[in-house]
């Protein structure tokens, strides 16, 4: 079965300490990968995504992730928090099973201390 | 820049009552989708849609629940006889094909 598993559903960091969220998905298809960044009471923004190509991704805002196929892993980074940072992170994997279908991770709340 | 929106923002209703969600998908894309996220817990796939027709569907998205493509913008979610647990916030997203979707900034319905 496919799922998608986000270690830590909180996360703390310091102001311009490294910001490492974790997720790993098990999938049968090949996945299209994806981080989604939710602030308070808003809707899902797409942060970077990972189809295919290059395995390392860049996305918005400083933020990276990396596919490695082998650990079935697509950990977001970003070498220096922001306060701004503080938000609910989602990863989620696209599947082409004869429709298309998204699964979430159930997300890592950041935050990020002065 | 072009976005997917949705009304109302909030809809509160009783139990047992019908409710259609609509939504406004960015208006060159060909794949539509429906989600929910309960308060507190994670974004959950309910459906898509293409070519006027479900392509995929979650164990959630059952009878009670259809999508509609009335015309040619709106993409609606209906929702036939409310539960208080069908309180949450439901997303609608459309992509221009398959991989990188946009989001609605949501509706919560909050069911009483």
């Known amino acids: 079965a496919q799922s998608v598993t986000q270690l830590g559903s909180h996360v703390s960091v310091s102001e311009g300490a490294l910001v490492l969220l974790r997720c790993n998905y098990s999938s049968s298809v090949p996945p299209y990968l994806f981080w989604y960044v939710q602030y308070p009471n808003q809707g899902l923004q797409l942060l970077l995504k990972?189809?295919?190509?290059?395995?390392l991704v860049k996305g918005i805002n400083g933020f990276e992730a990396e596919f490695k196929k082998s650990e079935t892993s697509f950990h977001l980074t970003k070498p220096s928090a922001h306060m701004s940072d503080a938000a609910e992170y989602f990863c989620a994997v696209t599947l082409n099973t004869g429709g298309f279908k998204t699964i979430f991770g159930a997300g890592t709340r950041l935050f990020v201390k002065a | 820049e072009p976005e997917v929106t949705q009304t109302p923002s909030h809809q509160v209703t009783q139990m047992g009552q019908e409710v259609i969600l609509r939504c406004v998908p960015i208006s060159n894309h060909l794949y539509f989708y429906w989600y929910r996220q309960i308060l507190g817990q994670k974004v959950e796939f309910l459906v898509s849609?293409?070519?006027?027709?479900?392509?995929?569907k979650s164990e959630i998205f059952d009878d009670q629940f259809s999508v509609e493509r009335p015309d040619g913008s709106n993409f609606t979610l209906k929702i036939r006889s409310t539960k208080l647990e069908d309180s949450a916030m439901y997303f609608c997203?459309?992509?221009?094909?398959?991989?990188?979707?946009?989001f609605g900034p949501g509706t919560r319905l909050t069911v009483t």
């Open positions: 849609f293409y070519n006027n027709e479900i392509s995929e």
């Open positions: 990972y189809t295919t190509g290059a395995t």
């Open positions: 997203a459309s992509s221009p094909e398959t991989t990188e979707q946009y």
